[in-house]
């Protein structure tokens, strides 16, 4: 079965730091892109960052560019999401999923076939 094990979120001061994990399982590591998305209450998910393993490519989101900077560890099958130089809009529950989008879905939801549970983050201003 294909899992992935999201963790790492918690309480943090404006500015401070966080990096959340994403073990995966279940299928081939390289084959698949892992994608980070975040979703207040009320409002869409939002596509915060893709890394490919494959070649190691990323994508941001404009709101988290400079700021957070995704990296894996194909041997563990785990991708990361440092957050640096946290605001109080970056307050979200983070979710990592996997899959193979084209690339106009490489931002959206549906482009990714496999999520993890989600990660609660709290940036206190």
């Known amino acids: 079965d294909v899992q992935l094990q999201a963790s790492g979120g918690g309480l943090v001061q404006a500015g401070g730091s966080l990096r959340l994990s994403c073990e995966a399982s279940?299928?081939?590591?390289?084959?698949?892109?892992m994608v980070w998305f975040r979703q207040v209450p009320g409002k869409e998910r939002e596509g915060v960052g893709c890394?490919?393993?494959?070649?190691?490519?990323?994508y941001y989101a404009d709101s988290v560019k400079g700021r957070f900077a995704i990296s894996s560890d194909n041997a563990k099958s785990t991708v990361y999401l440092q957050m640096d130089s946290l605001e109080s809009d970056d307050t979200a529950v983070y979710y990592c999923g996997a899959g193979r989008p084209i690339l106009s879905e490489i931002s959206r939801p549906s482009g990714y076939g496999y999520w993890g549970q989600g990660t609660l983050v709290t940036v206190s201003s």
């Open positions: 890394f490919s393993s494959r070649d190691g490519s990323t």
């Open positions: 279940g299928f081939t590591f390289d084959d698949y892109a």
